[in-house]
DNA sequence: GCAGGTTCGACAACCATGTTGTCCATTACT
DNA sequence: AGTAATGGACAACATGGTTGTCGAACCTGC
């Protein structure tokens, strides 16, 4: 097989989706339609701190531009409140609301419970292993999951410009 | 750690990006610019007989508007060709040039090394039992590398899990 | 041989999610 | 106070999908 790298990328990427789209499909089910990783991800960020865009934008590595458009979904489904800025009136202070963190919260029990499938499936110790090895090639570098298409994306570091 | 289910999928993702991300910069390098894994995708459904661009689609999962609209990347780019059918005269044939076959040549044996380099970390055995363990999480359902943003795309009810 | 359905490919409109570029108000710095 | 930096808005555009529609070519049944 010469294809072994490429099927090993592959494999990868079908592990994610496999992991992502049920979730996805999981959450629609519990009533929480349309709520995407990238969702999740920016309410994650907020709570965490990033509250306005410029912030949003830099931890999520995009542009102000692009995290203003995610802000602008998630206060259209009622997942984050933005509000004037006493200290800074150009700022638009951002909080995640009940309702976001409900979404998170189950986005967590969700995926938890999918972990918890494959662990039934290998065992607990062949997954904590796999998981070991995962980390090990992965490395620490945080994991951007962003531009739209990005598999089919230039990427910044080398062909970029 | 409540998050180890959606930690596991980044990781998985972040395998995936690590790899095709290499790859993507190595091809770039070797004078292949902007090459991305959806091109080689198409490329190789073509040389596997996928050679119009509605049976394209079809291969891919995609619409055949979409197929279309890679193939004339494709056809720019100099990787396929287009010529009349001669037994319909509704199809274009789609053929991948020497050009096109270089490419995808050159990106398995990218991959290859990419695949290489982790092994050479972790032992080809200890690798073995990874991707082992990869495919039967996994399953058999061919992965999709489809949609725009497919990672915050409303994906269809099935979940794919 | 031809009517009617199917398929191919093209075009146009649109969606989603990014990107630049520009601009103004506000804040921070010197 | 004057100037630089920052936050956010808006517009234009790139990418890569999607529907919807349509004409031309093919296929099938009568």
Redo the contacts between chains.
């Keep these: 097989m010469?294809?072994?790298?490429?099927d090993?990328?592959?494999?990868?990427?079908?592990?994610?989706?496999?992991?992502?789209?049920?979730?996805?499909?999981?959450l629609?089910r519990r009533g929480h339609e349309?709520v995407?990783?990238?969702?999740?991800f920016a309410m994650r960020a907020v709570a965490a701190g990033a509250d306005n865009a410029s912030e949003l934008g830099r931890r999520l590595s995009v542009t102000k531009q692009a995290a203003a458009k995610t802000i602008a979904v998630l206060q259209e489904r009622g997942y984050v409140t933005r509000e004037a800025d006493p200290l800074d009136a150009r700022r638009k202070r951002l909080r995640v609301t009940p309702l976001g963190f409900e979404v998170m919260r189950q986005?967590?029990e969700?995926?938890?419970?999918?972990?918890?499938q494959?662990e039934r499936?290998?065992g607990p110790a062949?997954?904590a292993r796999?998981?070991d090895?995962?980390?090990?090639?992965?490395?620490t570098?945080p994991?951007?999951?962003d531009?739209?298409?990005?598999?089919?994306?230039?990427?910044g570091?080398?062909?970029g410009g």
């Design positions: 010469s294809r072994s790298g490429a090993l990328a592959l494999l990868l990427l079908g592990g994610f989706r496999s992991l992502v789209d049920s979730a996805t499909a999981e629609a349309g995407r990783p990238a969702h999740d986005g967590e969700i995926f938890e419970e999918l972990r918890a494959w499936r290998i062949e997954l796999f998981e090895r995962l980390r090990e090639l992965v490395g570098e994991v951007r999951l531009a739209p298409g990005w598999v089919a994306q230039d990427l570091g080398t062909g």
